[in-house]
Structures are given as C-alpha cells and as structure tokens.
C-alpha cells in the first residue's frame, strides 16, 4: 500500500513540492507524475495545510495565487470527489452556502445579457445590455456581507482554532481582487464610450473569482472548519453575524438556547466574571469618577471608531458606536493587528508598529474616501509615565459634514 495513503506528513510534503516547483515554472506533466501518489490520495485538510506551508514561503502574493490556481486546476477532480459539509440551514456554514446558491442565480442572469450585448447591433440594444449588467453589478453590494461576516467573524475563530489557517490571507486578497474588478467594471460600464473588449475581460475576471471563492470555500475551507470548531463557537458566530447582516437572503430565525437566557460573562485571567456586577464597578480617572457601564456609554456615544491593540499587537477592545465605518466583531479581540487586515497591506501596519516602538513617531493619519464619504484614520501611540510602549489606538471618524461648514452657528435649532 502506498506510504501516502496513511502517512499525512509525507503526502502533504510530496503536495508542497509538486506546488512549490510548479510556481517556480517547472514542467507540470513531470511533476505530476514524480508526485501523483500524494495527489491520489489527497483531501481538503491536505490542501488547506499545503497552501499555509506556501504563505510561509513568502512567495509574492500574486505569484502564490497564481500558483494555487494551476495546482487546484491539477487536483479539481480529487477535490469534487469528497462531499461538501451536510449541515442544517441555519447554521453559519448553511447560511453561507445559501448565499453563494443566491450568487451563483444571480451571475447566471447575467450571462445571456453579456452574450446579448456582444451580438447587439443598434447602439440604443448595447445601451440597454451594459446598462442593465451595471445594474447587476451594482447589487452585487450586497454580497459585501458575506466576505466581510468571513473576515472578522469566521476567521479570527478559524485562527484561533487550527494552527494552520494562513490559507485565510490568500482568500482575504481574493475578496479584495473582486472588490477592485467590481469598481473597475462598474467605471468601464459606465464609461460613455464603452470598452468592450475591457468589459469583457473584467466581467470574466470577476466572475472567475467569485465562482473561486465559492468552490474554495464549500470543498476545502469549510470540510476542515466544520471538523475544527465546536457547535459553541458556530453559535456565538451566528449571534455576531446578525449585526453585521445577511447577502441575497432572509435574515435567519435563531432559536434561543440556555446560553441566551444567561446573563453576559466575562473570562479574565482564568476568572468568569458577571457582567452585571463589572457594570457598578467604579472606576477612577484622576480626573473624575465614573461605572465602567457610564465609561462604555461615553465611547460608544461618541462620533468615532475607536480601536485598541496592546503592546504585543492583539486587539483589546473597540467601541461600539451608533453609525460605524469598519466591521467589527468580538471575534476580533485577541486576534493579532496583523491577521485584522489583507495580506497585501500587513507591511504598512507593520512599519507603522515599528516607527510606534522606537519612538520615531507617536501619531499617523491616513484619510480615505469610501461610498462617498470622507474618512480620517487617526493611530496613535500608547505610552505610560515612562515613555514605554504600550499600545496603540485607531481613531476613525466621518469628516465629511464637517468640512463643509462656514462661518459661525451659536443658536440652538
């Protein structure tokens, strides 16, 4: 019998090297053959262990992903062989897959008005075709939600539960390609003098991404998580993604369990604490005396987002205000700085943590514009009586409204 059939070390270094050598250009009919025993007898958790081992390479990323495509292409057939998840609808993977069924008749509609506008032959039908693919493209919004309940609500779980899940980083940059193709394409549709050589490419480029991201996630990622976490985590789960909100389908019905009838409790240092009794504490500010339930009332009522990350660049807390720009999810806390973020940008977080430490700098500002608003991104350093280095907090608040003032206003309306 083949020493690949129960030696899993063994079979997921034979996958490493056979993806390895086809990144660096090597003749894949020989690969294939030097390693078709590993990739015979291959399963999800193989491929999900493989493509962590590739992260820690430090391959570019767009040669990773580049990669991790020809390779899947090689094992797609091993990979449909093993069933999806069978779980009940209304647990966190059912409702995911659910929407991508609601994604996948939504790109389908679309196809027959791509082939019409192809074939159009008045310039009134090709107005109408592109006009109603931008409308198309536009819903696809919605599905905002979904990759964003994945980004910070699955994967700090995911993280936190299975040492292998830098897989989650290629997936994250993915999300964030379809994100820059639908605002590529939405500009080229729009565009009067219409590309259609550039729509078309765009159009196959998203669509290529987005039926990615599902098979990724129904036959790699999701087998292994359902096997990795707990009934307790997927419910607290479900009970993050009701703020967050749902894509293309009903919100769903949670039945109550025991733990909703429970008062909220806190671990802290090994320690469950009532939330209840940590609400009266009183707490000192030199500069006054307030409960920690009127100090949280304070954060989450002011008009920014605030976020904080210790010395060792986990997140420690964020308000909760009323209209927040940026999804957050408990889920987060304790979750590095760096994994809160998409591959691609973790050098920027990185350099600024590092200008934070030495001293080199004690504030950052970034500002951004996003669904026609004007964003400022404030970080700044924490340091206690000493100068040390203890963290840092972001600070991101809507300008927009305000740099439209002028003169003076000193009556109450």
């Given at each position: 019998?083949?020493?690949?059939?129960?030696?899993?070390?063994?079979?997921?270094?034979?996958?490493?090297?056979?993806?390895?050598?086809?990144?660096?250009?090597?003749?894949?009919?020989?690969?294939?053959?030097?390693?078709?025993?590993?990739?015979?007898?291959?399963?999800?958790?193989?491929?999900?262990?493989?493509?962590?081992?590739?992260?820690?390479?430090d391959l570019p990323m767009d040669d990773l992903k580049i990669g991790i495509n020809k390779s899947l292409n090689v094992f797609h057939n091993l990979i449909i062989a093993h069933e999806k998840p069978k779980v009940d609808s209304n647990h966190f993977l059912g409702i995911l897959m659910q929407e991508n069924?609601?994604?996948?008749?939504r790109l389908g509609e679309i196809k027959p008005l791509v082939k019409?506008?192809?074939?159009?032959?008045t310039e009134d039908d090709l107005k109408k075709d592109l006009g109603e693919i931008h409308s198309r493209i536009e819903e696809f919004a919605e599905f905002e939600k979904?990759?964003?309940?994945?980004?910070?609500?699955?994967?700090?779980?995911?993280?936190?539960?299975?040492?292998?899940?830098?897989?989650?980083g290629v997936m994250w940059s993915i999300h964030d390609d379809i994100r820059r193709l639908r605002k590529e394409l939405l500009q080229a549709l729009a565009n009067e003098q219409a590309d259609l050589k550039l729509i078309n490419k765009l159009i196959g480029d998203l669509f290529f991404l987005k039926y990615t991201i599902i098979f990724r996630e129904e036959f790699l990622l999701f087998p292994v998580?359902?096997?990795?976490?707990?009934?307790d985590l997927w419910y607290e789960m479900n009970q993050q993604s009701l703020e967050v909100g749902f894509s293309f389908i009903d919100p769903p019905v949670f039945t109550p369990d025991q733990k909703s009838k429970k008062s909220k409790s806190f671990l802290f240092e090994g320690k469950e604490l009532d939330a209840k009794q940590l609400g009266n504490t009183l707490l000192n500010f030199d500069t006054g005396l307030m409960t920690l339930d009127q100090a949280m009332m304070l954060l989450n009522h002011l008009p920014v987002d605030i976020t904080m990350i210790d010395e060792n660049d986990r997140v420690r807390f964020f308000s909760n205000p009323k209209d927040r720009f940026f999804t957050r999810s408990k889920a987060i806390i304790?979750?590095?700085v760096q994994n809160c973020h998409p591959p691609e940008s973790v050098h920027i977080v990185d350099e600024l943590l590092k200008a934070f430490r030495s001293g080199a700098k004690d504030s950052e500002p970034f500002w951004i514009q996003m669904q026609d608003r004007f964003i400022l991104i404030q970080y700044f350093a924490l340091r206690d009586d000493e100068g040390n280095y203890k963290g840092c907090i972001e600070v991101s608040q809507d300008l927009t409204d305000l740099k439209n003032l002028e003169g003076e206003k000193r009556l109450m309306e």
């Amino acid at each position: 019998m083949s020493e690949f059939i129960n030696n899993n070390a063994a079979r997921i270094d034979s996958l490493l090297q056979f993806c390895l050598d086809l990144i660096k250009g090597k003749n894949g009919k020989d690969l294939i053959e030097s390693h078709q025993e590993a990739i015979d007898h291959l399963c999800p958790n193989d491929i999900i262990q493989v493509v962590h081992k590739l992260v820690e390479e430090d391959l570019p990323m767009d040669d990773l992903k580049i990669g991790i495509n020809k390779s899947l292409n090689v094992f797609h057939n091993l990979i449909i062989a093993h069933e999806k998840p069978k779980v009940d609808s209304n647990h966190f993977l059912g409702i995911l897959m659910q929407e991508n069924r609601a994604l996948e008749k939504r790109l389908g509609e679309i196809k027959p008005l791509v082939k019409s506008f192809n074939k159009a032959e008045t310039e009134d039908d090709l107005k109408k075709d592109l006009g109603e693919i931008h409308s198309r493209i536009e819903e696809f919004a919605e599905f905002e939600k979904h990759y964003s309940r994945k980004e910070n609500i699955f994967f700090p779980y995911f993280e936190n539960q299975y040492p292998e899940y830098k897989c989650l980083g290629v997936m994250w940059s993915i999300h964030d390609d379809i994100r820059r193709l639908r605002k590529e394409l939405l500009q080229a549709l729009a565009n009067e003098q219409a590309d259609l050589k550039l729509i078309n490419k765009l159009i196959g480029d998203l669509f290529f991404l987005k039926y990615t991201i599902i098979f990724r996630e129904e036959f790699l990622l999701f087998p292994v998580a359902l096997n990795a976490l707990s009934s307790d985590l997927w419910y607290e789960m479900n009970q993050q993604s009701l703020e967050v909100g749902f894509s293309f389908i009903d919100p769903p019905v949670f039945t109550p369990d025991q733990k909703s009838k429970k008062s909220k409790s806190f671990l802290f240092e090994g320690k469950e604490l009532d939330a209840k009794q940590l609400g009266n504490t009183l707490l000192n500010f030199d500069t006054g005396l307030m409960t920690l339930d009127q100090a949280m009332m304070l954060l989450n009522h002011l008009p920014v987002d605030i976020t904080m990350i210790d010395e060792n660049d986990r997140v420690r807390f964020f308000s909760n205000p009323k209209d927040r720009f940026f999804t957050r999810s408990k889920a987060i806390i304790g979750r590095t700085v760096q994994n809160c973020h998409p591959p691609e940008s973790v050098h920027i977080v990185d350099e600024l943590l590092k200008a934070f430490r030495s001293g080199a700098k004690d504030s950052e500002p970034f500002w951004i514009q996003m669904q026609d608003r004007f964003i400022l991104i404030q970080y700044f350093a924490l340091r206690d009586d000493e100068g040390n280095y203890k963290g840092c907090i972001e600070v991101s608040q809507d300008l927009t409204d305000l740099k439209n003032l002028e003169g003076e206003k000193r009556l109450m309306e």
